[in-house]
């Protein structure tokens, strides 16, 4: 079966490419080379939304980074199609009393460039996760390893400095995953990885080529012989390409497409309710230090309009925090922190004495125009409560690299919970500069009570503790919920075996796509 390797837009940083190999020159514009393909031959081509970037390990939480991340790399967990948690590198994650965990490895691991990993390589990880001077200080679960004990290449042991009921879900996430020697003392993800795939070819804004990796340790059970990531930036070009036959599936469906596809009997819209957007502050501008400013946002918000304007209302609005419904920290009050308040938000912008002539820069950016979107709501409310705001919306990189700078006052950004344990808000209450949390913004007691609440012993006990939390954010205000999204992957009917995963693990899909039946 013949066919056109169409590739996409938008280049890579110059990092990569000395660690790619057999990089091939390729046309201009969406046509490139010709090759041999399909999925009867194993062969995957996907429309992905933007080009993977070089990050330091660990970093990159956006639903590419993690899906590269699910596709090279391998942590001690992962998921299954159903999202179930499942072991990955890892034999077994064991512990009795949630504080010291044992690790048996599997046996023969190895990296994809052929070097061995072993306890060593965890250890070395998890030291560099768990530093808080890494970029890749950024889960929660790793804050509070205490010490670590290498048995063998095999065996070790996790020391956690107090009970963490959820400790085996932070090993799942893909950007948790064990790199290479060289990616943690460079600094730089060389994907190098001890997942089901390994790199082959790279063109420079255009294509990514993966081939099986044989050495994988469940190698026997990925039917794939090759992923091509094509790279569409532009949603509707992404959907043309599908549509076109030019790939087989695509990631970030634009819900303005939702309809379109779900009514096409050769295509399969795959949509999970999970991720959220949301405002994150600066609080050392001048604008936002006050908790009052920040109460005042959270009330002008119309989160309807949100959903209407970005997502053709295909999600939700959120006016509290997402939590699992059968999670024993659940209580119907965090569905609503706050409401829609037009005449609170300007009292409360009166009472904080902030002068409303001051401009207020709003990052979004230009590529992911759902983004956009919900900012231009956003900017629409805050500018009918009296403030003056002023959008900022450069290409993506540039917006990821000044929202880790903290380079805003306000800031739109997408996410999920990491974990579905409700601990997954620990990551917007502490660490360092980060796009996930608001620049500058600290509250020890948060943290502690998160910590709290991970190592309860009983039901009772985590909703107090929780009761706790959900007052603090209602008069502190670390962020503020707009709405949740569907996320969406669609695909043409040949494609079998692969799920969107449920709720927040969407971000984490791209583990499902070992699952794609190939070669039949």
């Known amino acids: 079966m013949t066919r056109k390797m169409r590739t ?239 790939v087989d599936f695509i990631d970030y469906v634009p819900w303005e497409d939702f309809s379109r596809l779900e009514n096409d009997k050769n295509m399969t819209l795959d949509s999970q309710n999970g991720p959220f957007m949301y405002t994150l502050f600066n609080v050392k501008t001048g604008i936002f230090d006050d908790p009052k400013m920040r109460q005042a946002v959270a009330y002008a918000i119309n989160r309807d309009n949100s959903v209407s304007a970005a997502f053709f209302g295909h999600g939700e609005s959120q006016y509290g925090v997402p939590m699992d419904k059968a999670d024993p920290a659940y209580d119907p009050n965090w569905d609503t922190l706050y409401s829609y308040d037009p005449a609170k938000a300007k009292q409360l912008i009166k009472e904080s004495g902030f002068d409303t002539s001051k401009e207020i820069r709003f990052l979004t950016n230009s590529q992911y125009v759902f983004h956009r979107d919900v900012a231009l709501s956003i900017q629409a409310d805050l500018e009918a409560v009296g403030l003056k705001i002023k959008l900022i919306s450069p290409d993506w990189a540039t917006r990821t690299e000044m929202s880790n700078k903290g380079d805003y006052d306000l800031f739109i950004n997408g996410n999920v919970g990491v974990v579905t344990d409700p601990s997954y808000m620990g990551t917007f209450f502490d660490g360092g500069l980060s796009n996930v949390r608001s620049a500058h913004y600290s509250n020890p007691e948060l943290v502690s009570l998160v910590k709290q609440g991970s190592a309860a012993k009983t039901d009772e006990q985590k909703n107090q503790i929780y009761q706790k939390i959900r007052q603090i954010m209602i008069t502190d205000v670390p962020l503020v919920m707009v709405n949740t999204r569907g996320q969406a992957h669609a695909y043409t009917n040949e494609v079998k075996g692969f799920k969107t995963l449920p709720g927040f693990l969407s971000f984490y899909s791209g583990y499902s796509l070992a699952y794609i039946k190939g070669g039949q």
């Open 8 to 246: 996409g837009l938008r280049a890579v940083a110059l990092s990569v490419v000395g660690l790619l190999t057999a990089v091939s020159a390729t046309a201009c514009g969406p046509a490139g080379s010709e090759a041999e393909g399909g999925l009867d031959q194993g062969v995957l081509d996907i429309g992905l939304s933007a080009e993977p970037k070089s990050n330091p390990p660990a970093v990159d939480s956006s639903v590419v980074g993690y899906t590269i991340d699910a596709l090279v790399q391998r942590g001690l967990m992962a998921y299954d199609p159903d999202g179930t948690l499942v072991p990955g590198l890892a034999e077994s994650v064991t512990s009795k009393d949630n504080k010291t965990w044992t690790v048996e490895l599997r046996s023969g691991l190895t990296f994809a460039n052929g070097d061995p990993l072993t306890t060593a390589d965890v250890k070395r990880n998890f030291e560099y996760m768990s530093d808080p001077k890494s970029p890749g200080y950024v889960f929660d679960g790793l804050k509070g390893l205490k010490s670590m004990e290498v048995e063998s290449d095999t065996q070790m042991k996790l020391v956690l400095d107090s009970p963490n009921n959820a400790f085996v879900q932070y090993l799942a996430i893909p950007a948790a995953a064990i790199y290479s020697k060289d990616s943690i003392e460079d600094k730089k993800d060389g994907w190098d990885g001890a997942g089901p795939f390994k790199v082959d070819t790279y063109s420079p804004g255009q294509s990514l080529q993966l081939v099986k990796n044989e050495d994988y340790y469940d190698a026997d059970n990925v039917d794939l012989e090759k992923i091509n990531l094509k790279f569409y930036p532009d949603g509707n070009a992404r959907t043309s390409a599908l549509l076109s036959g030019d």
